[in-house]
């Protein structure tokens, strides 16, 4: 967020990159978070931004300054200007914008609603799209008014897909929601899922592996998938990605391999 108010960083407009799934615990978070970093490494000017009231960014993104809790809902709120939510983290060319005050509430229906009935989620993404070449945005889990919003100014959407059998049963559901969508935006594309959380071998893997084969387009799923590694969670507890921690560890790579794909996609 270093060019000029207004300006995009190179005269063009940056892309909302959007992680959605139908379900939560599948990586999305560790998704949003790793790839943001992956693409701030390339020298991408990215601004990660989490929309999930549980707040998990704060936790796993790698802060200059410990967990704060001044966000995205804070500013919704209209209680504090843009410019005292964009955080600055380990990585010079990624900022982060983290849920804010309501990741630590119990009750989350009032953020819901504030962000539902209003117009400021549309606007913070065009604004970003204007500072920065990628906007990475995390989603809570579901379909729900902030997921759809969140959408509705992306141009680009990929799917987590946690490599255990209850993924099935969601799948169908949320590309179908999303291929609705799809037909409401027509700049957004979906960009594909992503298996996550693979690992070779294992009865589960192999079960989802073969549904993606046999239900799914090819160009719908990555060739990149990311592995189910000690190093990601460790990373993630220690407070930091693990395309940072950990560079050599397996799901760092596939992280950075899915950057390096998407940032093409994305005119990067
Ligand atoms: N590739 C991976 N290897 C090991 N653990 C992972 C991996 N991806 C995610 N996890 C762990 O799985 C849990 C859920 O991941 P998270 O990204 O928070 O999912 P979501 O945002 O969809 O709820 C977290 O504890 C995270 O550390
Ligand atoms: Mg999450």
Redesign the pocket.
């Known amino acids: 967020m270093r060019g000029r108010r207004g300006r995009a960083p190179d005269g063009n407009v940056g892309r909302v990159l959007s992680?959605v799934?139908q379900?939560?615990?599948?990586?999305?978070?560790?998704?949003?978070?790793n790839l943001a970093a992956a693409f701030a490494r390339r020298g991408l000017k990215t601004l990660l931004i989490d929309t999930?009231p549980?707040g998990?960014v704060r936790y796993?993104v790698g802060l200059r300054r410990g967990h704060p809790t001044i966000g995205f809902d804070d500013y919704v709120r209209g209680d504090v200007p843009l410019r005292e939510v964009i955080l600055p983290t380990a990585l010079p060319w990624l900022r982060v914008i983290l849920a804010g005050s309501v990741s630590d509430l119990a009750d989350h229906s009032a953020f819901q609603e504030r962000v539902a009935h209003s117009e400021v989620l549309g606007e913070l993404l065009a604004t970003a799209r204007e500072r920065c070449h990628v906007v990475v945005v995390?989603t809570p889990?579901g379909l729900g008014a902030i997921t759809r919003r969140v959408l509705a100014a992306s141009q680009h959407v990929l799917v987590?897909l946690?490599c255990e059998p209850l993924a099935l049963q969601t799948t169908p559901q949320i590309l179908r929601a999303i291929q609705d969508i799809v037909h409401q935006n027509e700049e957004l594309v979906l960009e594909g899922l992503l298996l996550?959380?693979?690992e070779a071998g294992s009865p589960a893997t192999e079960r989802v592996v073969h549904y993606v084969r046999e239900h799914l387009p090819a160009h719908l799923v990555f060739p990149t998938r990311?592995?189910?590694?000690?190093?990601?969670?460790d990373?993630?507890?220690a407070g930091q990605p693990?395309v940072l921690r950990t560079p050599a560890d397996p799901?760092a790579q596939a992280y950075v391999n899915l950057a390096t794909q998407l940032a093409e996609r994305l005119g990067g």
Do not use: E, L
């Open positions: 992680i799934s379900k939560g615990g599948v990586g999305k978070t560790t998704t949003a978070v999930d549980q998990a796993g995390d889990p987590p946690q996550t959380m693979y990311i592995p189910r590694t000690p190093a990601t969670a990373a993630f507890a693990v799901a």
